[in-house]
């Protein structure tokens, strides 16, 4: 990047002039105020220690940090804790065992059910009794493959409970992704259901495992629970009925404390190579980055509040912020089974009115096919409970970070946009509701406890105004430990980069504005070289978003003999703005051009019906810039719809 060309780019990046102060009622009232800066920098270890004791210890910690063999760090050493007790004994020998836990909604309209903190003690505590009996002792391995079903957290629980780390592996995955995790870690005992309900129809799961064994010899046993009493193949000697050996097992069960580095779950993510890697933390420090940042980041009152993550458990934000923040905390939470806008488009809005949610959780992703459709959907229900919104998985641009806040927050609430990562464990870089002037489009600062910056290519921090690495400069207690059985690999993909000092390497790119808020660009390979000017697809999206015409936009870089690559970019349009047509397409082109720079115009502009998006919403950009780059379209099996490319392609060859 020279110096030139990216402070041309991030000037036109800085246009973005709208604030939005904390509400003062909540700021009065906020659990965390601007002090807590201060007081992490004075002394981080005191204050993540002060964190560690919101928890319960069978043993208190004899070392806070010990760095002694670095990357490898660990946190609350000597220390001993259970992370099951932690989420939920302990709140019902509190007295708060009346509390409701979950109210869970099912995808079938009446199928809901509230579970309060006594009745999932019980029930964790009799599905770890069943998993000692099928041979699981601490330290063995256990994969769950679960739609989102209340038994699918109390298998989480079950496991951390008795000190076998589970694998969630998203029921949305096929066999060979089961297989393949199953395999790298090892897992004696999966634990899924006949299938789960999916668009108002019954779909399978059970087979996928069935067919995962016979790819894999590890597996032992498999525990299923009865969601849909759909027909399902049984092997006598692996398979158990849940109804069978949990419902009979006993409620008592003494939680054992284990070590603070016991590992908790290892949870897969894809890497820039085939083979996942599989994240692995522990217990202690994971906990109490988990519970602190749940407290900090959304202002979290457990007496009153009603927080709802729209997460999958198959997914690291499920992990932190359904199971193990949220239940260490002790709040009353919304767990729903199914998609967004099944039976109706209007059912997650229609859910926070019925539970009266103060605190929701979603993606960008989410947040811009709302946009698409409009507000009258939403504004057919009334959210005035909501106090906090939060955002996270991908930069959330402006345009929908506005229209959140307007249509589903009526412009009080304030937006949390949470950069972090599975690697990370918790939120790393947020605005603090009770604090935080917010800047649509940034995650602001790193919060308490937590040192990030943006370095350039040697490590050094960029002055304001500028763009580079996103790094974490010093360990931080939920931190991966390691990546599974591939210790080598956890060295060179995140330490190696700046080895000398000591830096984690996120993978990000961001900027940092006049102020010195960071703006997270994206993944570094999704950053463009145009003409030697380093161009954000992200920061296209963005322009692209923001004219009204538009309901979702993905930019690649295609690769281009005059300029190295060049921009190309695929549109999703507005319902109301009809098919496009050529007139749209050079109108989109002068948009950007006017928003960003003439640097930044797309070559290619293209309307399609859909953008292809894994099963977590991502887009995958790399089948795009096959398309852009008219190669033969890869690898499509990790799409969530893998018919979307036909689409896309028809549409290009009909010359739209
Ligand atoms: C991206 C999800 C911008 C980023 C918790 C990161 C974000 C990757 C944000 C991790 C955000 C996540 N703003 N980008 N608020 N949150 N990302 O492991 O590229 O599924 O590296 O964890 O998502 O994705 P992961």
Redesign the pocket.
């Known amino acids: 990047m020279t110096d030139s060309s990216s402070s041309e780019t991030l000037a036109n990046l800085s246009t973005e002039e709208r604030r939005f102060e904390p509400p003062a009622d909540l700021a009065a009232e906020a659990n965390v105020t601007a002090d807590a800066y201060d007081d992490a920098a004075k002394d981080r270890l005191a204050f993540w220690a002060e964190q560690a004791d919101r928890l319960s210890w069978t043993q208190k910690w004899d070392t806070v940090l010990d760095d002694s063999n670095p990357p490898f760090f660990k946190w609350f050493t000597g220390g001993r804790l259970n992370a099951s007790y932690n989420c939920v004994d302990r709140h019902v020998e509190a007295g708060r065992g009346d509390k409701v836990a979950f109210h869970w909604v099912g995808e079938p309209v009446e199928d809901k059910r509230d579970i309060t903190y006594a009745e999932l003690k019980d029930e964790v505590c009799r599905a770890a009794n069943a998993l000692t009996d099928l041979g699981v002792q601490a330290g063995d391995r256990v994969a769950i493959y679960m739609p989102m079903i209340p038994e699918a957290i109390v298998a989480m629980l079950a496991c951390a409970r008795i000190g076998a780390p589970h694998t969630v592996v998203f029921g949305g995955f096929s066999a060979d992704a089961l297989a393949s995790r199953i395999d790298d870690c090892q897992a004696k005992v999966v634990i899924t259901s006949d299938g789960g309900y999916r668009r108002g129809a019954p779909s399978a799961l059970k087979p996928a495992v069935d067919e995962a064994r016979t790819k894999t010899d590890l597996v032992e046993k498999v525990l299923v629970v009865r969601r849909t009493g759909q027909d399902v193949e049984w092997d006598d000697d692996t398979d158990v009925w849940w109804h069978d050996v949990v419902d009979t097992a006993s409620t008592e069960h003494t939680p054992e404390g284990f070590d603070a580095e016991h590992p908790l779950y290892v949870m897969y ?1 894809s890497g820039s190579t085939g083979k996942p890697k599989g994240i692995l933390h522990t217990t202690g420090g994971y906990l109490t980055g988990a519970s602190y940042t749940h407290h900090a980041v959304f202002d979290l009152k457990p007496e009153t509040d009603v927080y709802w993550c729209t997460a999958d458990i198959g ?3 499920g992990h ?1 912020y359904i199971v193990y923040g949220p239940l260490a905390n002790g709040v009353t939470q919304v767990l729903y089974e199914g998609t967004p806008d099944s039976p109706e488009r209007g059912r997650w809005w229609q859910i926070i009115e019925q539970y009266g949610v103060t605190i929701f959780y979603t993606a ?1 992703t989410a947040i811009r096919s709302f946009m698409k459709q409009g507000s009258e959907v939403p504004d057919r229900s009334d959210m005035s409970s909501l106090r906090i919104l939060g ?6 641009n402006p345009e929908a970070y506005v229209w959140y806040r307007h249509v589903i927050g009526g412009d009080r609430t304030p937006v949390v ?8 464990g918790a939120i790393m ?2 605005p603090l509701p009770g604090v935080t002037a917010g800047k649509p489009g940034s ?1 602001m600062k790193a919060i308490p406890g937590i040192d990030a910056d943006v370095v350039d290519d040697k490590g050094a921090s960029v002055p304001n105004g500028s763009g580079g690495y996103l790094v974490v400069t010093s360990p931080w207690p939920s931190m991966l430990r390691t990546l599974w059985g591939d210790d080598d690999r956890y060295v060179d993909t995140y330490w190696k980069m700046f080895k000398d000092l000591g830096y984690y390497f ?3 790119g961001a900027k940092k504005d006049a102020d010195g808020d960071i703006w ?4 570094v390979d999704d950053v463009m070289n145009v003409s030697g000017h380093r161009l954000s697809t ?1 920061e296209i999206e963005s322009a692209l978003v923001s004219h009204p015409k538009v309901a979702e936009a993905a930019v690649v870089g295609a690769k281009d003999e005059d300029t190295g690559q060049a921009v190309c970019a695929f549109v999703i349009l507005r319902e109301e703005a009809g098919d496009g047509g050529e007139d749209i397409v050079q109108e989109l082109r002068q948009h950007v051009r006017k928003e960003i720079g003439p640097i930044a115009t797309p070559r290619q502009v293209m309307i399609v019906p859909e953008l292809p998006k894994t099963r ?1 919403g ?1 887009i995958m950009r790399r089948l795009l810039r096959d398309v852009a780059e008219h190669r033969e379209v890869g690898d499509v099996t990790t799409l969530a719809d893998g018919s979307v490319m036909d689409l896309i392609s028809k549409g290009m060859s009909s010359g739209k």
């Open positions: 993510t997914w690291v934000t932190s960008p955002s996270v998985g991908e930069p959330i946009d949470t950069w972090w990562q599975t690697e990370t870089i947020s995650a996120a993978g990000d997270v660009l994206g993944r992200t977590s991502k």
